[in-house]
C-alpha cells in the first residue's frame, strides 16, 4: 500500500505574524482621517520626496484577501529592497479595511511607518508605506 505524503501546514514566519494578523483591532479609523505612524527615531520623507516603488490596491477585497495581499507585498518589498509602497485601502462606508490596515501596518516587522497619501494618489484612501531593511548577513 503506497503512503500518501504528509501535509505540511506553513505555519506563520513568528509570533510578530499572528499579532499582526489579530482580530482584535485598535480603535476604529474615522472614513476621512488621515493615517500616520512612525516607529521611535524613524523619520518619514515629505510626500513631494517619495519614489513609490510599487502600488497595491486593495478595493473589492475582503478583510482576509487584503489581509494575504498586504503581508504578500511587504515581504516581496523588504525581498527587493524597495523603500516605498503605495497601498489603496479606499474609505468604505464604516472604513473597516481602512481600520485593519492601520493596525496590520502598525504591527508589520517589514514596516517603519506610513502615512496617508497626498490628495493626487488617493489622499486618506490610501497610504505610503516605508519598509523596513533587512539585516545583511
Not at 512612525?38 to 510599487?54: E, K, L, R
Not at 489603496?88 to 481600520?99: Q, V, W, Y
Request: aromatic share 6%.
Amino acid at each position: 500500500k503506497k503512503q500518501q505524503p504528509r501535509q505540511v501546514i506553513e505555519q506563520p514566519p513568528s509570533t510578530q505574524y499572528a499579532l499582526w494578523r489579530s482580530r482584535e483591532l485598535d480603535t476604529p479609523v474615522e472614513r476621512d482621517a488621515p493615517l500616520h505612524f512612525a516607529h521611535s527615531g524613524v523619520h518619514c520623507p515629505a510626500p513631494n520626496t517619495v519614489h513609490i516603488d510599487q502600488t497595491l490596491d486593495l478595493h473589492q477585497m475582503t478583510c482576509d484577501q487584503a489581509a494575504n495581499a498586504t503581508h504578500a507585498c511587504l515581504l516581496r518589498a523588504q525581498n527587493q529592497a524597495w523603500r516605498v509602497i503605495h497601498i489603496i485601502h479606499g474609505k468604505g462606508k464604516h472604513a473597516i479595511l481602512k481600520t485593519a490596515l492601520n493596525h496590520w501596518l502598525i504591527h508589520h516587522p517589514c514596516v517603519l511607518g506610513f502615512y496617508s497619501a497626498p490628495q493626487h494618489h488617493g489622499g486618506t484612501g490610501s497610504v505610503y508605506v516605508f519598509i523596513r531593511h533587512r539585516n545583511p548577513l
